[in-house]
């Protein structure tokens, strides 16, 4: 049997997504009981079940949705006459209560150096999730950057590798040149991100937006 609670503190573990649906309340003939769970990830997959079919079809698109938006859903579904749309012929209604599990919002300071590392304790103090990502590894350890809850030690055109960058994740780029912003934004202006930030001077800005441009970079970007 698929153990739900444990699925949900594995998503909490691993800062991932999910909705978690549960039967409320049933009312004559239903395809699952009250307290039936099924969770639902960011990919579409999920465990357990609230009913299968053209029902579990409808919850598992509300779930998605809840996900995006990050806001509850109670759900009323009857079952009686699918040619007048209902979502099933069991004879009876049943009500869901979906609830996206969304991670904390994470920023990822990119460059450690001794901005990162303000950019970091600001961060911290502001309650958010930190990781600080380096190719240097002396910058990536917790006496270098200790208010840090994750590292990633690895260059920044290869972050989107080692890390789910999704719309919870906040990226800012405290490198030290714009030869290193030059190299690994491309790679992340093709995540999820929700807000990618560079700290440094116009020179630099200009300088690293004119080779992003000749790379073929769109300003939509």
Not at 76 to 83: E, L, S, T
Not at 109 to 122: D, F, P, R, S
Request: some cysteine; overall charge negative.
């Amino acid at each position: 049997m698929v153990n739900i609670y444990q699925a949900i503190l594995e998503l909490e573990t691993d800062h991932r997504a999910g909705a978690l649906c549960t039967i409320i309340d049933t009312q004559g003939s239903t395809p699952r009981h009250e307290g039936s769970k099924m969770l639902v990830y960011e990919d579409g997959s999920f465990i357990g079940t609230v009913g299968g079919g053209e029902v579990e079809n409808r919850i598992k698109k509300e779930a998605a949705e809840s996900l995006v938006d990050g806001k509850t859903r109670l759900l009323k579904y009857r079952m009686v006459d699918p040619k007048s749309g209902d979502a099933g012929v069991c004879g009876g209604t049943m009500e869901v209560f979906v609830e996206p599990i969304i991670p904390s919002p994470l920023i990822v300071v990119i460059g450690g150096g001794h901005v990162g590392k303000a950019v970091a304790t600001l961060a911290k103090t502001l309650k958010f999730r930190v990781a600080i990502s380096d190719d240097r590894p002396e910058f990536c350890t917790p006496e270098t950057n200790p208010d840090a809850d994750e590292f990633y030690c690895v260059p920044m055109e290869k972050l989107p590798e080692s890390l789910n960058i999704t719309p919870q994740t906040y990226l800012i780029l405290t490198t030290r040149g714009s030869n290193v912003d030059i190299q690994g934004l491309a790679p992340l202006l093709k995540t999820k991100a929700a807000y990618i930030g560079i700290i440094g001077s116009k020179r630099r800005w200009l300088v690293t937006r004119k080779a992003l441009l000749e790379q073929g970079i769109t300003e939509e970007r």
